[in-house]
């Protein structure tokens, strides 16, 4: 008595299942790679890091806790997917000005999360932003002084319990509303005499294209917001080159001062090509 | 066949000490009768952890004159076999469904040991590439929470048989009924109603004691509550906490949950509190009404913020 179901099945050509095979077989290595250090401890992401440090800044002095940057993040991440991560620099610590900041997760399979071009004389004291995290981790943010010295920040953070993933909640949702932003302006909590604080939201799928479609068995390409910029006219805000490891609808809050009264432009870009940009007036916070 | 996945257990149970003490000693799934041909197991309200061997959530079994189906496999390949087993002194009917009512680890991790039954596995159109997304990670992540022995057997095994929207599947003299669900728990819940007795099982679109916990869309779920308790049900099988409870007030306190941490972070939202911040306050006032409320209410804040901040 055969039941009413819609059965979907996998129907693939000979040819197309030998390249099936191929691509799983590269695929399995890729996630075998993400995966397979499973455990995590301080010592195992500490040696990730000193693995991949030579790859990301050459065989430059990196000083720990000089009070330059410091990173911030709960000790345990509550949803795998979405742990929000604070960057604070400290311009008394470094009056010369921090030019980028690079935020590294050890352990992900892509660790090198974002880098941060923070404008000159943009006034940036503090960027939160909201990552993935797939395994206990050291999350570092090291800073790059207008010197050329290289200063950085460690947190320790825990994976999240229980049946939290660093996997998009709502594919279908995320990839329909793609490329909608959202600008939200703030006064500053950071120093009353700044003028503004901003929340730049924008609707991205983030896909870390490490996953088969069920239906093709083929890898899903990545496909995520690679570039981005914040400019209030021709100024240089903050500029950002993101990896897979910043969360679906990548968010940026940051502090900057304002100068005359020129918009906010956002320009960004995803690994498809797609661009996005959208410009919003520069509005007076205090009387918000 | 069965004989040959016992065979294993003891052959694990031999070669690892561990297993030997009371605290490791098989969880047996009691499959109750909750109407004629109804049978439902009731999970512990606790965390996945070795001493539960990851049998925390509900698991109903429906049979009709000719087959019978399964509604979810438990937390632990070791949990499956002992559902099996359940099953088996229950009825020697076929096993025709192993249906799946979500990508959560503690309802499809037993999924392969049905294997050998020829069970097909029934699940929401969007569960392959839910599990697609997170198999990996689940295997990795659930070694630690766990342990190794518990998850030796344990393997992500997809639906092939798959629900869109609405499906009906025949037992033999019984009709259930399946239904996807938009985002909501995830974006990948599917209910069935065992027409005959009336009987439902929300999977975790319904929660009871156990703090509703979120991986989907918090809008979502507050939105199809009404739709949910429209349903004409005698009594509800919930994912998680008493089996059966009454219909549809088991609704009730997970509405009231939602609104309150949904009213709670629109206030931070609107008030310019970042998540981070927010997340610690948020739902607070909730706290003494749910067990695992410190374990998860926390998440549920940070999924939910980020959602509702694009209202
Ligand atoms: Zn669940």
Same mark, same amino acid.
């Given at each position: 008595m055969p039941a009413k179901v819609k059965v979907k099945r996998q129907a693939v050509s000979p040819v197309a299942h030998y390249l099936t095979l191929l691509v799983f077989a590269l695929g399995v290595l890729v996630v075998l790679t993400a995966y397979a250090s499973a455990q995590q401890t301080p010592a195992s992401s500490e040696q990730v890091w000193l693995s991949l440090k030579d790859d990301v800044f050459g065989d430059r002095a990196i000083v720990l806790d000089d009070g330059v940057v410091r990173v911030e993040a709960p000790k345990? =991440?509550?949803d795998a997917a979405i742990v929000p991560v604070d960057i604070f620099l400290d311009p008394a610590k470094a009056p010369e000005g921090v030019k980028t900041v690079t935020m590294i997760i050890d352990v992900n399979p892509a660790p090198v999360a974002a880098k941060f071009d923070i404008g000159k004389d943009a006034g940036i004291t503090h960027i939160s932003t909201r990552v993935r995290v797939n395994d206990y981790s050291y999350i570092r943010a090291i800073a790059e002084t207008a010197d050329g010295k290289l200063h950085m920040s460690q947190t320790f953070i825990k994976a999240s319990g229980?049946?939290? =993933?660093? =996997? =998009?909640?709502n594919s279908k949702e995320a990839l329909a509303a793609m490329g909608q932003m959202k600008l939200r302006q703030f006064e500053s909590t950071e120093n009353m005499s700044k003028a503004e604080e901003l929340q730049l939201m924008i609707r991205h799928p983030n896909n870390s294209g490490l996953q088969r479609d069920p239906l093709t068995q083929y890898f899903i390409p990545a496909h995520f917001v690679d570039k981005l910029s914040v400019s209030q006219g021709d100024r240089l805000i903050l500029a950002m080159e993101g990896g897979i490891s910043i969360s679906e609808d990548p968010n940026f809050r940051f502090d900057f001062t304002a100068q005359g009264k020129e918009p906010l432009k956002v320009i960004a870009s995803d690994t498809e090509g797609k661009q996005f940009e959208s410009e919003w007036p520069l509005t007076t916070p205090v009387s918000n | 066949m069965s004989t040959l996945t016992r065979r294993q257990i003891l052959g694990w149970a031999a070669s690892s000490a561990l297993i030997h003490t009371p605290a490791r000693a098989a969880v047996e799934p009691k499959l109750s009768a909750l109407a004629d041909g109804v049978y439902a197991f009731t999970g512990a309200e606790e965390m996945m952890e070795p001493a539960n061997q990851g049998a925390i959530c509900n698991v109903g079994l429906i049979v009709g004159t000719e087959s019978a189906a399964l509604i979810d496999s438990g937390g632990s390949y070791l949990e499956g076999v002992e559902l099996l087993r359940a099953v088996r002194e229950i009825t020697d009917k076929p096993l025709r469904y192993l249906i799946n009512t979500h990508m959560h680890p503690d309802h499809i991790f037993g999924n392969a040991a049905f294997k050998e039954t020829g069970a097909q596995i029934v699940g929401h159109t969007n569960l392959p590439a839910a599990l697609e997304a997170r198999g990996a990670f689940y295997l990795q992540s659930f070694r630690r929470q766990l342990g190794e022995e518990l998850m030796r057997g344990v393997e992500i095994i997809p639906p092939t048989v798959l629900v869109a929207d609405r499906t009906e599947l025949d037992l033999g003299d019984r009709k259930l009924d399946l239904r996807a669900w938009q985002p909501a728990h995830t974006d990948n819940d599917l209910t069935v109603m065992d027409r005959t007795s009336g009987t439902f099982f929300a999977g975790d679109l319904v929660f009871l004691g156990h703090l509703p916990t979120m991986d989907g869309s918090l809008l979502g779920w507050m939105r199809q509550l009404d739709e949910l308790a429209a349903i004409a049900a005698s009594g509800v099988v919930p994912g998680h906490g008493p089996s059966p409870s009454a219909w549809p007030d088991a609704i009730a306190p997970e509405r009231r949950y939602f609104e309150t941490l949904a009213s709670d972070l629109r206030a931070a939202i609107k008030a310019g509190v970042p998540l981070a911040e927010a997340v610690t306050t948020a739902g607070q006032s909730e706290r003494a009404k749910w067990k695992l409320f410190d374990e998860y209410n926390e998440r549920n804040a940070t999924t939910a913020y980020a959602e509702l901040e694009w209202e």
């Open positions: 345990r =991440a509550q229980g049946c939290s =993933a660093p =996997a =998009a909640k | -």
